[in-house]
């Protein structure tokens, strides 16, 4: 997907949720729900305008940076090589921060159902997508697995990014996976991610180390 298009389908989303957001604000409650446990329950509240506005503006400072970052990398023409899946990932991260977003105005609306079971797919099958998009990632500075090592070489940073794309994978299918376990349903989301992060961490260097003994 261009960039072109890709900004103006991010601003219509973008414009859709704050309009939205201005429709429902007055049937809002004045504190709304908005963080749960990992059981599901309300264990925060912020005021109505936050509640209502804080994501979509989130979502135009981060439009904004993913549409910066290819102009300001000084690897910007590794990133050209798969800027269309970036451009995809750019639009899944709106569809999913508004998908959650739309979440909480429902809630708070009085609608009932179980947060973390409903937020726990979409999160699966964002790391999904973010594990495609690491397999095909050239060496950049903002965007994949970034240690000195995986930057400091081409084939490291490859090696490490065939495997992150799997391991993403496998995290994201195991969080789906994670709704048919109720309370302990979050564990299936922070252990695998929580463990990804650590051995790529270990295994770029690791790769590091081989190459250049």
């Known amino acids: 997907m261009n960039t072109k298009l890709t900004t103006i389908i991010a601003i219509i989303i973008i414009a859709f949720a704050i309009l939205f957001g201005a ?3 007055d049937k809002m409650p004045d504190q709304v729900a908005s ?3 990992e059981k599901g329950d309300v264990d925060g509240y912020t005021s109505k305008f936050w509640g209502v506005f804080l994501m979509p503006i989130i979502s135009i400072f981060l439009l904004a940076l993913f549409l910066l970052i290819p102009h300001l990398d000084p690897l910007k023409e590794n990133i050209a090589e798969f800027r269309n899946i970036f ?3 750019i639009l899944l991260m709106l ?3 508004g998908y959650v977003w739309s979440l909480t105005i429902f809630w708070n609306l009085g609608f009932t159902f179980n947060m973390t079971s409903a937020i726990l797919p979409a999160i699966g099958f964002l790391f999904i997508f973010i594990g495609y998009m690491l397999g095909k990632a050239k060496r950049n500075w903002f965007i994949g697995i970034r240690t000195p090592w995986t930057l400091s070489s081409d084939t490291v940073w490859d090696k490490t990014h065939q495997l992150a794309g799997k391991l993403f994978i496998a995290s994201g ?3 789906m996976l994670g709704v048919f376990f109720g309370d302990n349903a979050v564990w299936f989301t922070l252990i695998p991610i929580l463990g990804t992060t650590l051995w790529l961490f270990i ?3 690791l790769l590091y ?3 250049n003994s």
């Open 23 to 25: 429709l429902v604000y």
């Open 35 to 37: 963080h749960w446990s």
């Open 87 to 89: 451009n995809l990932f």
């Open 95 to 97: 569809v999913f921060l």
């Open 173 to 175: 299918i195991l969080a």
């Open 203 to 205: 295994y770029s260097y």
């Open 209 to 211: 180390q081989k190459e």
